[in-house]
């Protein structure tokens, strides 16, 4: 594998019962790098994300982080589901450092690492407060950042900002994309809007209904940084519609 190359999943497949989710399927992901995954609803890029997190044991294929095979492995990746899940009894630094909590005893660094990213990225007032003191955007935010503190190179994002309303989520795309550009993560993004697909990756990747493959890999020609005028540059606007065709049109 490239040297440059953080992630390679070799003909990943897999199969509930008689229903194929995903049909053999084969992408490599380069380091520091952010790509965004659109297609229907069931066409399988949960069931990839959660290959590729080991949460589930893929049919056929292998999946490979670095030189190392990680097929079936656990603990290589962070992952961020739409729904924020944090614990309503416990503080945004507590939650913050629930990842350390799992696993072993929250030290003084894991606190002081936790005040340090929510000061850096706008919640150092909020340490004390609890979740349901937060508004949507402020909880996604303490979400992610407890993704991040588990220090993985591969960060998955499945559908973060979903529930967001629209201007709180282009917010908290923008903020995403100032974090990204902070911590050199490499990101793996799923979402159902082919905007959010545009406006935050190098790449967009385009999926079939189910059985889940790829149809098309497009490599986004924005220039970084991006700012809410690129949703109307007339790049976004081609990529976008070479994007919606493949989704909803005869090849879809």
Request: with cysteine; charged share 20%.
């Amino acid at each position: 594998m490239p040297t440059h190359a953080l992630l390679e999943l070799r003909e990943i497949s897999k199969v509930f019962g008689e229903t194929v989710a995903l049909a053999p399927t084969s992408l490599t992901i380069s380091q520091g790098s952010f790509v965004a995954i659109v297609g229907p609803s069931g066409c399988g890029k949960s069931t990839l994300f959660n290959v590729i997190a080991g949460l589930l044991k893929p049919d056929a294929g292998e999946v490979r982080l670095g030189d190392s095979v990680v097929t079936g492995a656990t603990g290589h990746v962070g992952y961020m589901l739409q729904k924020d899940l944090l614990v309503p009894w416990r503080t945004v630094i507590d939650n913050i450092t629930m990842a350390a909590r799992l696993t072993r005893r929250v030290t003084a660094e894991d606190r002081e690492e936790a005040r340090r990213v929510a000061e850096q990225y706008g919640l150092g007032e909020f340490l004390r407060h609890y979740p349901s003191a937060l508004s949507g955007g402020m909880r996604q935010r303490v979400a992610f950042m407890r993704t991040l503190v588990t220090h993985q190179q591969l960060l998955l994002l499945d559908e973060p900002f979903g529930a967001l309303d629209a201007q709180t989520r282009l917010e908290m795309q923008q903020w995403l994309l100032q974090v990204w550009r902070d911590t050199d993560r490499t990101v793996l993004f799923i979402t159902h809007d082919v905007d959010e697909s545009i406006f935050l990756s190098d790449r967009v990747i385009v999926m079939s209904p189910r059985p889940g493959r790829i149809l098309a890999d497009f490599a986004n020609p924005l220039p970084r940084p991006r700012t809410v005028a690129d949703l109307t540059n007339p790049t976004f606007i081609e990529l976008k519609s070479r994007v919606m065709s493949l989704l909803h049109g005869s090849n879809a």
